[in-house]
């Protein structure tokens, strides 16, 4: 029995299963999931949000700059059986004009099993990503925001190793008079410097571009994403999340989106028809105050399961 290569082939079905459920074939998937509630909510990508919200860091570095001084953000979510992600951030403003941030973002997969060629039980073993980043954003016009995040990224499985490099930048637009915000993101630019074994393999690069609209006089707006700008195989609707939000005052939203990409990937077909059982759409609601706010988001990024997400913020 050779035990290495046993805990190699686990390791490839583990993580061939893993970037089977989020349709990827690169490594540090978990880059992909949302982190904003609110994102999350608005069919799990969204770019263009220009609230008070220390989460959109993971998802534009852009929009800090519209983050109160001194935020300090926790974020938990639940995925698949046995994996949790949990993440936070910090933002501060530099002067009138910039912003930075600091983050963090924990995936832990749980105890999976071990088995060799011969499928003799090795025990179990663990299985965690890891990023750490830095963020800073400026005011180029009165309208216009740019931000760059850099990150280091590792990954540990089974006593293996890989460590990484990335970099997101994105671009606002914001309008508050007619309502509009546009944005455009680059994220996870970079690549692996250490691999797990000897094959480097690619992090998951993602072009997005987006737009929000509010209707004037109204509490509702709409939000359109398109994401994998870099792959045109598949059809223009499996590019892109939309979503809507009802402002009820000046502290309360509920949102509903839908995820064309994810209600496709997720579509099973029997002897009934098929179906996505839900898969791809997306709920939540927020509560923001002047110092406290919370977001909850609902989504189903498999048809076995349902994921949460919860983000408090605090401003110091």
């Known amino acids: 029995m050779n035990i290495r290569n046993g805990v190699i082939t686990t390791l490839l079905t583990f993580w061939t299963?893993?970037?089977m459920a989020q349709e990827s074939k690169t490594v540090y998937n978990f880059l992909r999931l949302p982190v904003s509630a609110h994102a999350a909510a608005l069919g799990g990508e969204n770019?263009?949000?220009?609230?008070?919200d220390a989460t959109q860091l993971f998802h534009n570095p852009a929009l800090i700059s519209g983050v109160s001084d001194k935020t300090l953000n926790l974020n938990y979510m639940t995925y698949m059986e046995g994996a949790k992600t949990v993440s936070a951030s910090f933002v501060r403003l530099l002067g009138e004009r910039a912003s930075w941030g600091v983050s963090?973002?924990?995936?832990d997969y749980g105890r999976i099993k071990q088995t060799s060629f011969t499928n003799e039980d090795l025990g179990d073993f663990s299985a965690r990503d890891i990023a750490i980043g830095g963020t800073f954003a400026y005011e180029l016009t009165e309208r216009i925001s740019g931000g760059i995040t850099a990150k280091f990224i590792t990954s540990t499985i089974a006593g293996y190793n890989s460590l990484g490099v990335g970099v997101d930048l994105g671009l606002n637009y914001l309008d508050v008079e007619r309502g509009w915000s546009v944005s455009a993101v680059a994220r996870n630019l970079g690549g692996q410097i250490k691999a797990y074994d000897d094959e480097f393999e690619r992090i998951p690069f993602d072009?997005?571009?987006?737009?929000?609209?509010?209707?004037?006089?109204?509490?509702?707006r709409f939000h359109a994403t398109m994401s994998r700008l870099t792959d045109w195989s598949e059809g223009i609707g499996r590019h892109l999340a939309i979503g809507a939000d009802v402002l009820l005052g000046e502290n309360i939203y509920l949102a509903a989106g839908y995820n064309f990409r994810k209600a496709s990937e997720m579509k099973i077909t029997d002897s009934e028809g098929s179906s996505a059982h839900g898969?791809?759409?997306t709920l939540g609601a927020g509560l923001s105050l002047q110092r406290?706010?919370?977001?909850l988001g609902w989504g189903k990024y498999h048809v076995s399961t349902s994921s949460l997400i919860i983000n408090i913020s605090y401003t110091l």
């Open 104 to 107: 963090a973002q924990l995936m």
């Open 292 to 295: 406290f706010k919370l977001h």
């Open 47 to 52: 770019i263009t949000l220009t609230d008070d």
């Open 279 to 281: 898969a791809g759409l």
């Open 17 to 19: 299963c893993t970037s």
């Open 207 to 220: 072009l997005q571009v987006g737009a929000s609209k509010r209707l004037l006089n109204s509490p509702l």
